[in-house]
């Protein structure tokens, strides 16, 4: 585990976009797949959230494995999507299920502010009544309750994937690894929280401005099938510094 300078932040976004800008085309279409396939699980009544949850960790890992391969000039192999369902497989469903339940924790816990407005904004789409009472609490306490658990999960996929931890290890390695690299990731999140910011903005501004129909929804479909290689290329990047020794699995893994 290494320390790294606060510098590295940006350093992880410019090296992430160079990965994905190796294969364009072939992220796109992992993206888009990947969208089309949540979008229909999440659709199952009663189980589909459930089983998203438990199948992300596996993926994020099949996503590190396709960053791994183009940083090492073997290009974006469709046959990687399934790298991550091969290996200590246990952990990882593991670490879906406890996602789901600190997901939902901290829903718990909002609802006491607002009445689980922030909730079902976040779960179905329905957007909050106007006037909505209480609502910029409970944002800023999810924020304040998903930053400690966004850390533990950083980096724990990855580690239960490739070098065989346990899920309970993985989070402690990861919220440790992540915590001790803080001035890192604070220029990470401020990034990112920017250009957030700026897609937000374009969005409420085409909407406000009269803008057709079907513009303001493919445009968000655009930027969700952009978010998934640039987050995990990122991601990928954050790892190959703070965990240099530890580059992926043995051979046979």
């Not at 600190?102 to 502010?113: C, G, P, R």
């Not at 607002?114 to 800023?140: E, F, H, I, N």
């Not at 057709?212 to 978010?227: E, K, N």
């Amino acid at each position: 585990m290494t320390i790294v300078p606060a510098s590295q932040g940006w350093q992880w976004i410019t090296r992430g976009l160079v990965l994905v800008g190796r294969a364009p085309l072939g992220w796109m279409v992992v993206s888009m797949s990947y969208w089309m396939v949540m979008g229909l699980v999440s659709r199952l009544p009663y189980v589909g959230l459930l089983v998203a949850s438990l199948v992300t960790p596996a993926l994020a890992v099949s996503f590190m494995a396709i960053c791994r391969s183009i940083e090492r000039g073997k290009g974006l192999e469709l046959p990687l999507v399934a790298q991550g369902f091969k290996r200590n497989l246990a952990a990882l469903v593991t670490l879906g299920g406890v996602y789901l339940a600190v997901t939902l924790a901290i829903f718990s816990a909002t609802a006491l502010s607002d009445g689980g407005a922030l909730a079902r904004w976040t779960l179905s789409g329905r957007g909050p009544a106007a006037g909505q009472g209480g609502l910029a609490g409970a944002v800023a306490l999810a924020i304040a309750l998903w930053i400690p658990a966004q850390l533990a999960f950083w980096f724990a996929p990855v580690l239960a994937g490739w070098h065989g931890m346990p899920a309970p290890k993985a989070l402690f390695y990861s919220f440790f690894a992540a915590l001790r690299n803080w001035r890192a990731f604070l220029v990470y999140g401020f990034a990112g929280t920017l250009v957030l910011a700026a897609a937000t903005a374009l969005i409420f501004n085409l909407q406000h401005a009269g803008a057709g129909p079907q513009i303001v929804p493919t445009l968000i479909f655009a930027l969700l099938v952009v978010f998934i290689p640039v987050y995990y290329a990122t991601a990928y990047a954050s790892y190959r510094d703070v965990f240099p020794e530890e580059a992926g699995p043995p051979a046979s893994g």
